[in-house]
């Protein structure tokens, strides 16, 4: 049933949920989402992907390529609760959105193709949100497809994602049958009609009764496994009541012990009330996540979710749209009001709050203030950055900012006339601002603005943005992926002297490291995660600890450009083993230089190795075509790590260089007469071949 939309200052922290919707692309997560809205009454038409109609998928470009491309935020009430919504997208080179958004999220709905089952970015976003410790619910949609099942999809979230699915739900009847679910909690059948907003509510049908004790009976052990109250009224009764069934579910789930799984069809409107039921009886609200922690000087604080308490809220969004900038807020403790000045403690300098806003996608309804537990976004606030802390003045503390990622593929660009030269500068500057996960810089050799970004689609719609939004013709080189360097095998006792004499003061520093490869960077396996290990065994006092300081800065100076091809070095440990000063010409800044120069010599004398990004790629393609694409995937270097059939198709999973999928959809479309598709997700880095390795040197 719908309900209305209530006054959010009337609703306690209790009755708040933050969630976002989390899937690989086209499981269905904004059609959920715009049900969601349906289904309590923030929207009162369906929006529909395909038509263009979406609430969430409000940008031109995500309209017309159908994908959502930018994480998009609404808000909605159902049974009493104020729902937080946020939509992210479910392409690969579209991670960094997800990131941010579940930094600032306390629970997630994870969307699941009831045919594809997990699907690998379904498994990417699973990854980042175990990361964070962001408690979820599983639905598994398109039941109503051919080839869906719910059984095969739960068990391959079982092998895939290493966790326990508690389904509490059974499906009524088999693909375009499927009209219903048996809640095995109340044991009650759920049926949707055709074009009905509503379900009805009835008895088990006796054909369906044995099924579902069935079910019940392994929802139960399940829990009672895992649930030390669920098991003590299990062995007493060898049964669970309905009351503390639930309990469990909800104090599992909260845990991150096991996901709740739900399923329907999103499309046809079927499922979308229990899964709402589900978001506010089993994952938190902001009372019930740890406290947020945020440094004050050299320690650490927590700040409780209290209105009361002093200001903190983190930047996670920043949006600039045609009435001005908007800066995304979560308000993790402490209220914010309009035209309060507040603290960036980051950038250590003042903003103004001008206006609150309640967003629901493009459209923003104004309010006085925001309190802990908020989502929203502000308007005002003119340099504050994503991961930039707002907090009172009188009570600064900097929160943990996002990651981000660093980018993997680049391009060229400049603008077609002399004239929009400075444009271009300045609308580069405003992409970056909008996506840290976009990098610009000039390439010394050509003078030519360079553009980094996660992958082929994210640089193309980076690009057509400029075009768009600003009225810009762009030239665009071909894309250079992001190539890195590693040390095969290292160095020992490597000496260096820094010794300046000019006049005055002179300089002094000498030390002694020795250089090995980190295991991951060995295994060709680094993802940049862990790619710089520093540590110093000196004794005796023989070096002070300042001094070791700056050796570790001037190593990680040296890390930015390697001997092969000035690349970034990755996968590196130093140890600093030996050291001597000079009580006059010794300081911080001589022995940075030699830990700059030490490690650089010692990359020189060690044996180097040149990697390169790798993904993994899934090819969903027609029997007839499978000789094909695995030839064509062996000549981009490729190496099949799995090929099954399913349902007339088959499905390739391989692992393939970057570089060498650029311009594979068309290639795979051309193979396969139209009807091939593929998927893409980061795995890391990878030793580049000899005759390859040697060419990227060359260039």
Known sequence: MRTDLHRHDTDPLTAVRNVGILAHVDAGKTTVTERILYTTGATYKRGEVHDGTTVTDFDVQERERGITISAA?????????????????????????VERSLRVLDGAVAVFDAVAGVEPQSESVWRQADRHGVPRIAFVNKLDRAGADLDTAVESMRRRLDTVPMVVQLPVGREDAFTGVVDLIRMRLLTWREGGDTYEEGPVPEEL?????????????????????????????????????????????????????????????????????AVVAYLPSPLDVPAVRGAVGDDEQERACDPAAPLAALVFKVQATPRGRLTYLRVYSGTVHRGEAVWDAGARRTERIGRILRVQADRHTEVERAVAGDIVAVAGVKAARSGATLCAPDAPVVLEPPTVAEPVVSVAVEARRNADSARLVSALARLVEEDPSLVVRTDRESGQAVLSGMGELHLEVAVEKIRRAHGLEVGVGRPQVAYRE???????????????????????????????????????????????????????????????????????DALNEGPLGGHRVTGVQVTLTDGSTHPKDSSPMAFRTAGRFALRAAFRASVMALLEPVVEVTATVPEDAVGGVLGDLAARRGQISASAMRAGTAVV???????????????????????????????????????????????
Not at 517 to 546: C, E, K, M, W, Y
Request: aromatic share 6%.
């Open 653 to 699: 999973t391989a692992t393939v260089p970057l570089a060498e999928l650029f311009g594979y959809a068309s290639q795979l479309r051309g193979r396969t007469q139209g009807r091939g598709t593929f998927t893409s997700r980061a795995t890391g880095y990878a030793p580049v071949l000899g005759a390859v390795s040697d060419q990227v040197v060359a260039r």
């Open 73 to 97: 935020a609404v808000s909605c009430a159902w049974d009493g609760h104020r729902i937080n919504l946020i939509d992210t997208p479910g392409h690969v080179d579209f991670a960094d959105e």
């Open 209 to 277: 009764r044995e099924e579902a004790r069935r079910r019940r009976r392994l929802l139960e052990e399940t829990v009672a496994q895992l649930h030390p109250g669920a098991l003590e009224e299990f062995c007493d009764g060898s049964a669970l009541s309905a009351g503390t069934l639930a309990g469990a579910l909800r104090d599992l789930t909260r845990g991150g012990e096991g996901v709740v799984v739900l399923c329907g069809s999103a499309y046809r409107n079927r499922g979308v009330e229990p899964l709402l039921d």
């Open 486 to 556: 590693t040390v095969s095998r290292g160095v020992s006792g490597l000496v260096y002297r820094h010794v300046k004499q000019e006049g005055g003061a002179g300089q002094f520093a000498h030390v002694v490291i020795d250089v090995r490869p980190l295991p991951a960077a060995q295994d060709g396996a680094g993802d940049g995660a862990v790619d710089f290990v520093f540590r110093s065994v000196v004794t005796g006092g023989r070096l002070p600890r300042d001094y070791v300081q700056a050796v570790e800065a001037g190593c990680r």
